[in-house]
T-cell receptor, first 115, second 119 residues
Framework: GDSVTQMEGPVTLSEEAFLTINCTYT??????LFWYVQYPGEGLQLLLKATKADDKGSNKGFEATYRKETTSFHLEKGSVQVSDSAVYFC??????????????FGKGTLLTVNP | GAGVSQTPSNKVTEKGKYVELRCDPISGHTALYWYRQSLGQGPEFLIY????????DSGLPNDRFFAVRPEGSVSTLKIQRTERGDSAVYLC?????????????????FGPGTRLTVT
């Protein structure tokens, strides 16, 4: 079945540091890839997505590129802020059982950014 | 506009009791998903509704879990004879449609979740 493996945390960085959170996947078919973020006390929010190979998703300074050859979708940001402190989830969506685009998530990576 | 809402936000129950968790999706969203997030884990798929019907319930862990969506809007997740292992955050998500073209994943919008604690 489908699975997502992401870098285990926690990750602690200083403000303005460079961030990479690794994510690799296993899927049948041709999945779409996502990064979701969960800020403290809030629900899951879509951060960015990519639907085909070599697509780059970007939002709020974060980027991730869909690499089919390495089955990866690593999250990067050039300069993190304290407000980026959150749990980040890598996920994939593939068609399952007719019309079900269920999401398969990684375990999440806790990021803490210190001033 | 209003997002996905879930009630209650917290539920504490004793082992063996019955619980109902409610999800109110975004108006007009025909697809509805339930996920379960255990501590330190990512959300795991439970069940998917397209309209009123449960199109895929393959993620339900056993027959103590059941969900309905009688009018194609609000959904209720029902857990009978709760066990301590059922303690988790139960998330609901809705999307505009569940059925799209090839590589056409409609964004799923998540509710804040219901934290269930079974003592």
């Amino acid at each position: 079945g489908d699975s997502v493996t992401q870098m285990e945390g926690p990750v602690t960085l200083s403000e303005e540091a460079f961030l990479t959170i690794n994510c690799t996947y296993t899927a049948t078919g041709y999945p779409s890839l996502f990064w979701y973020v969960q800020y403290p006390g809030e629900g899951l929010q879509l951060l960015l997505k990519a639907t085909k190979a070599d697509d780059k998703g970007s939002n709020k300074g974060f980027e991730a590129t869909y690499r089919k050859e390495t089955t990866s979708f690593h999250l990067e940001k050039g300069s993190v802020q304290v407000s980026d402190s959150a749990v980040y989830f890598c996920a994939l969506s593939s068609l399952s059982g007719g019309s079900n685009y269920k999401l398969t998530f990684g375990k999440g990576t806790l990021l803490t950014v210190n001033p | 506009g209003a997002g996905v809402s879930q009630t209650p936000s917290n539920k504490v129950t004793e082992k063996g009791k019955y619980v109902e968790l409610r999800c109110d999706p975004i108006s007009g969203h025909t697809a509805l998903y339930w996920y379960r997030q255990s501590l330190g884990q990512g959300p795991e798929f439970l069940i998917y509704f397209q309209g009123t019907g449960a199109a895929d319930d393959s993620g339900l862990p056993n027959d103590r879990f059941f969900a309905v969506r009688p009018e194609g809007s609000v959904s209720t997740l029902k857990i009978q004879r709760t066990e301590r292992g059922d303690s988790a955050v139960y998330l609901c998500a809705s999307s505009l449609r569940g059925q799209g073209g090839w590589r056409d994943p409609y964004e799923q919008y998540f509710g804040p979740g219901t934290r269930l604690t079974v003592t």
